[in-house]
């Protein structure tokens, strides 16, 4: 039986290229961590039954690893984010809008950085969309039968009374 062996600059050809393969395969998958604050009742079992079932992307922008309990981020850079587990909102003086089949408050006050928090559930999840990389509605429609099949709801929003 006879050893073959290669030619030491083949060898070190064979070196280099595998490195370089290996090399361009980790960097090909990396993206960093979002770092999030988890929300307070990010450990709710309603929030992880909303977290294992969140798209892969919204409106073209891919999921993200983050380092927070019952939160998500999509986009590179993030574009859009999502924190399950804030308290459940009552009352607000915010617009409503339905999207996704949930009723959302949207709140305009960091515009074009919308924030949307589901109105009626019990812990309550907000999204927040970068409007100028981000549809708000596209991303409420990709989330809306994650969070409603993760968390029912309790009560809709109402307009206000019209006065007479």
């Known amino acids: 039986m006879r050893n073959y062996r290669l030619p030491k600059p083949h060898l070190k050809l064979v070196l280099l290229a595998s490195s370089l393969g290996v090399l361009a395969a980790s960097l090909a998958g990396c993206t960093s961590t979002v770092a999030l604050d988890p929300a307070p009742d990010s450990n709710n079992p309603r929030c992880a039954a909303v977290s294992v079932r969140l798209p ?28 399950c587990g804030l308290p459940e909102v009552l009352a607000s003086t915010l617009p409503c809008v339905t999207a996704g089949g949930i009723d959302w408050l949207v709140d305009a006050s960091a515009a074009p950085s919308y924030r949307f928090v589901t109105f009626g559930r019990k812990p309550a999840t907000e999204v927040i969309v970068d409007s100028k990389n981000a549809s708000g509605v596209k991303a409420l429609d990709a989330l809306g039968t994650s969070i409603s099949q993760g968390i029912p709801s309790d009560r809709r929003c109402t307009e206000p009374a019209s006065k007479n």
Do not use: E, F
């Open 56 to 83: 892969d992307s919204i409106d073209g922008n891919a999921q993200r690893a983050t380092n927070a309990q019952a939160t998500s981020a999509w986009g590179n850079p993030t574009h859009v984010i999502l924190r």
